[in-house]
């Protein structure tokens, strides 16, 4: 009896998927291409900002509140949208009197929701390299911040036509540890949040 309910739970299951499939409008379909470009862009706020030097802890700051514009390149091992995939991201960002960039490779899982349907969640994490370069006063002496960002995020896309996509990113996490050049030559390290949308091409 337990043996015939595991098989009639599977086979419903079988069946209600595969009229959800079915149901599914051509334009919403899974993507079958591996590779991707897309640009993001939204706000980025700064959550801590702790500075060291020779001497130790030397104070703490908010890290810039910027608006960033993401572009980023990507493919999946799969040769379709679905699975783990590489990608490498370019992340200016301006604002509150400074520019920051980033170029940061990443790993990304995409993973699909209902078979069929275009609809992934796909969580990410991205270890790079991260400036940060103050908009400095005519004549003045500024020092430029430069180092590793460790980046997690979280996003939901959805594929359109098999050719585009839309996403919305809604946890966007930056752990820069940076070091200014003598004379300054000390360390700090920045916390930022960031809600990234966007959308993009597959390939």
Known sequence: MKKLSIAMFTLFVVLSTATVARAVPPILR???HGMWGAAAMG????????KFSSGGFTGEAEPPDQFGFFLTFGYHFSGNCNGPAVAIDLQPAFGDDATTFGIVPKFVWDIRIIPGLGLYLSPMAGL???LYVPDCPSGADCDNWA???LQFGFEGKLIIG???MVFFRPMHLEFDIMHAPE???DFGTFVRYGLMFGGGAIF
């Not at 706000?43 to 702790?50: F, S, W």
């Open 30 to 32: 899974e993507g079958t």
């Open 43 to 50: 706000p980025l706020v700064g959550v801590r900002n702790a």
């Open 128 to 130: 790079g390299y991260a």
């Open 147 to 149: 180092g590793l960002t």
């Open 162 to 164: 098999d050719r585009g």
């Open 183 to 185: 004379p300054l030559d």
